[in-house]
């Protein structure tokens, strides 16, 4: 019977072994997510700052502020998603997967990158769709496209789709070493 012992020893060996140029890349991307992702935090910590100062001491509320929060908070919420999907920090329930032996538990990994695919090429569809949709609308307040705040929707799940096809292809190849 297997163990979360087990598990562990397997991505200790994962992880010891050499990643390819395109692993490589990935890893980058989510990294480039989080970078990003952290950047629109601090701008977004900024704005809220003037907001309260403009309101409070300048008497003179900067109308802008909301929108283009708005539009931040998907952008950061979208790229930190993906990003987890890759580096598998995402939320997930696990105990009674790991509890179960090698087989049923493989087949549940697979079924829940399969789930991710879903989900992530019907959420790049429909973001494709929105952008598409709502390029001559502009944002109030700030006079951006509409297709702005549909973007974050394509690329993540993009990116989700990208970063689980490259786990299942991954563990099917280790399982085609053993």
């Not at 397997?10 to 692993?23: I, K, N």
């Not at 493989?106 to 429909?126: C, K, N, P, T």
Request: net charge negative.
């Amino acid at each position: 019977m297997s163990s979360y012992s087990d598990q562990l020893s397997d991505q200790s060996e994962a992880s010891s072994a050499p990643q390819s140029a395109f692993d490589n890349l990935l890893d980058g991307i989510a990294h480039l997510c989080i970078i990003v992702s952290g950047v629109l935090l601090v701008f977004l910590i900024i704005t809220f700052g003037w907001l309260v100062f403009g309101r409070y001491v300048l008497n003179d509320t900067p109308t802008w502020v909301e929108q283009s929060s708005l539009l931040i908070v998907v952008y950061v919420t979208c790229l930190g998603a993906a990003a987890g999907v890759r580096k598998n920090t995402h939320l997930s329930i696990d105990f009674v997967r790991e509890g179960l032996p090698a087989l049923p538990r493989d087949i549940m990994r697979y079924v829940a990158d399969l789930f991710v695919i879903s989900f992530g090429g019907f959420m790049a569809w429909q973001g494709g769709i929105l952008v598409m949709d709502n390029i001559g609308r502009p944002i109030p307040m700030i006079g951006l496209s509409e297709s702005w705040r549909a973007a974050p929707l394509a690329i993540c799940g993009a990116l989700m789709v990208l970063f689980s096809g490259t786990s299942i292809v991954q563990r099917l190849m280790q399982h085609g070493r053993k």
